[in-house]
């Protein structure tokens, strides 16, 4: 009989699932899952000629195929093999969430733990309810920490993520304006996130807080917790002491003090790293470990990376951009960058009712700190500004075209956008 039993019995005879037939491996079981512009059940057949072990439809129409379990809810099967799995594991999960830099503290956290224990991760931004259940499909009994970034663009995303991975720790970087339209404003996003905070409370695990952010530290007052920040009223607490490009810090726990000389950039990262030592600590990486592994980390996928090309040095920064992490990429670049500085700055999405004001705020700072070069791009910065000072282009497509023609030479650029703004197709010109 198919049931979900029987479907995780084949599971753990291969350990893959897959949502995408072309990239199947022989033996995963195929998840066809529906989306606002696709139909995986359109690629049943073709997901088992390519050597999928079993699919998983929605549609009765495969109800007498040998190889076909049919279920009324495709994405809620996935989510119930992936809890069935998670619930088989010994491995303890860290959850981390956040408005800006989850994605950067999953890496240093996971770079960290890996020293020491064997460490799963979320790969990429594989961080909703479809990306959760892929990375718990992946636990395996030798995983002894799991490292689960969780993402949300509206109430009670977080809630329901907790719910798949269980998490025995928790981790918010930060609360800041992001997807203000699908949250119902700051307040609605405070709430949203708060959501990690309360699962831990009422499952008695963990946290790790910043305590030298107010507002996490209020949020996390009365719960069990492990603090880091930049004074000493936390457990592990450090200091920013260089910052020319790289920076560096130096950080204290008990007794023992060290310095880390990073290949990060942007001020707004020293919180990251400070939860990457903390989380170290906590889990009793050796001290030099912590800084070997945080001294060898190398940004990638277009977060806070210096790319030096034969025409300028960039600032690549775009694979995601909100009023909180704009302004804090803006100030950093204006304390770093020379006479020579350019912006290049995409809209920052899903902001609703609040876009027109906080892509105002975002122009009046780039006055406020004296820029002279900028490129703006996207519809949301254009109906804000109506100068002849700066350049402006609707879509990233327009400002090739002009690039191709005159491209800047021998300028620092800060690169900042959305991700759907796809700043990244400009680097091939500077």
Same mark, same amino acid.
């Given at each position: 009989?198919k049931?979900l039993e029987?479907l995780?019995a084949?599971?753990?005879?291969?350990g893959?699932v897959s949502?995408?037939s072309r990239?199947?491996?022989k033996g995963?079981?195929f998840?066809?899952?529906?989306? $606002?512009n696709? $139909?995986?059940n359109?690629?049943?057949f073709?997901?088992i000629?390519?050597?999928?072990?079993?699919?998983?439809? $929605?549609l009765?129409?495969?109800?007498?195929?040998?190889?076909v379990?049919?279920?009324?809810?495709t994405l809620?099967?996935?989510?119930?093999?992936?809890?069935?799995h998670?619930?088989s594991?010994s491995?303890k999960?860290?959850?981390?969430t956040?408005?800006?830099?989850?994605?950067?503290t999953?890496?240093?956290?996971?770079t960290?733990?890996?020293k020491k224990?064997k460490?799963?991760?979320? #790969?990429g931004?594989?961080? !909703?309810?479809?990306?959760?259940?892929?990375?718990l499909?992946?636990?395996t009994?030798?995983?002894e920490l799991a490292v689960?970034e969780?993402?949300a663009n509206?109430?009670?995303?977080i809630a329901a993520?907790?719910?798949?991975?269980?998490?025995?720790f928790?981790?918010i970087? !930060?609360i800041?304006?992001a997807?203000?339209?699908?949250?119902?404003?700051f307040t609605g996003?405070?709430?949203a996130k708060?959501?990690?905070?309360?699962?831990?409370?009422d499952?008695?695990g963990?946290?790790?807080v910043n305590t030298?952010?107010?507002l996490l $530290?209020?949020?996390?007052?009365?719960i069990?917790r492990?603090?880091?920040g930049?004074?000493?009223?936390?457990?592990?607490y450090g200091e920013?002491?260089?910052d020319?490009?790289?920076?560096a810090v130096?950080?204290?726990?008990?007794?023992h003090?060290?310095m880390?000389?990073?290949?990060i950039?942007g001020q707004y990262?020293?919180?990251?790293i400070?939860?990457?030592?903390?989380?170290?600590n906590?889990?009793e990486?050796?001290?030099?470990?912590?800084?070997?592994a945080?001294e060898k980390?190398?940004?990638a996928?277009?977060?806070?990376?210096?790319?030096?090309?034969e025409?300028n040095?960039l600032?690549?920064d775009?694979?995601?951009? !909100?009023p909180?992490?704009?302004?804090?990429?803006?100030?950093?670049?204006?304390k770093?960058?020379? #006479?020579?500085s350019m912006?290049?700055l995409?809209?920052?999405?899903?902001?609703? !009712?609040?876009?027109e004001?906080?892509?105002?705020?975002?122009?009046k700072?780039v006055i406020?700190?004296?820029f002279?070069?900028?490129i703006l791009?996207?519809?949301?910065f254009?109906?804000?500004?109506?100068?002849?000072d700066?350049?402006?282009?609707?879509k990233?497509?327009e400002?090739?075209s002009?690039?191709?023609e005159?491209?800047p030479?021998?300028?620092?650029?800060?690169?900042?956008?959305s991700r759907?703004i796809?700043?990244?197709k400009?680097?091939?010109?500077?």
């Open positions: 009989m049931t029987t995780y084949l599971f753990l005879q291969h893959k949502t995408d990239k199947l491996e995963a079981i998840f066809a899952l529906r989306g $606002d696709f $139909d995986g359109q690629f049943v073709q997901a000629d390519n050597g999928a072990i079993a699919a998983v439809s $929605d009765s129409e495969f109800e007498d195929h040998p190889k379990w049919v279920v009324d809810d809620k099967a996935l989510q119930q093999l992936a809890v069935m998670r619930k594991m491995a999960v860290i959850a981390i956040g408005s800006n830099g989850k994605t950067t999953k890496e240093l956290i996971a960290v733990l890996s224990y460490v799963l991760f979320t #790969q931004n594989l961080n !909703n309810h479809i990306g959760v259940p892929l990375t499909l992946k636990l009994p030798d995983t689960i969780m993402g509206h109430q009670g995303e993520l907790c719910r798949l991975a269980m998490p025995h928790g981790l970087t !930060n800041g304006k997807h203000l339209e699908g949250f119902g404003g996003v405070i709430n708060s959501e990690l905070y309360a699962y831990i409370d499952h008695g963990q946290l790790f030298s952010n107010e $530290d209020q949020l996390s007052a009365n069990k492990f603090t880091y930049y004074d000493n009223k936390a457990e592990v920013l002491v260089a020319d490009p790289y920076l130096v950080w204290e726990y008990h007794t003090q060290a880390i000389q990073t290949q950039v990262n020293f919180e990251n400070m939860a990457a030592v903390a989380m170290g906590y889990f990486v050796e001290k030099d470990d912590i800084v070997e945080l980390y190398i940004p996928n277009h977060r806070s990376q210096i790319i030096e090309t025409k040095q600032l690549m775009a694979y995601n951009a !909100n909180t992490s704009m302004e804090a990429a803006l100030i950093n670049f204006s770093r960058c020379g #006479q020579r912006l290049i995409g809209d920052m999405l899903e902001l609703g !009712n609040d876009s004001a906080e892509h105002a705020n975002i122009l700072l406020d700190l004296g002279k070069n900028v791009v996207g519809h949301e254009g109906k804000v500004y109506s100068g002849d700066w350049l402006h282009f609707n990233v497509e400002l090739i002009r690039l191709e005159d491209a030479k021998g300028y620092d650029i800060l690169i900042k956008a759907g796809r700043l990244e400009l680097l091939p010109l500077l």
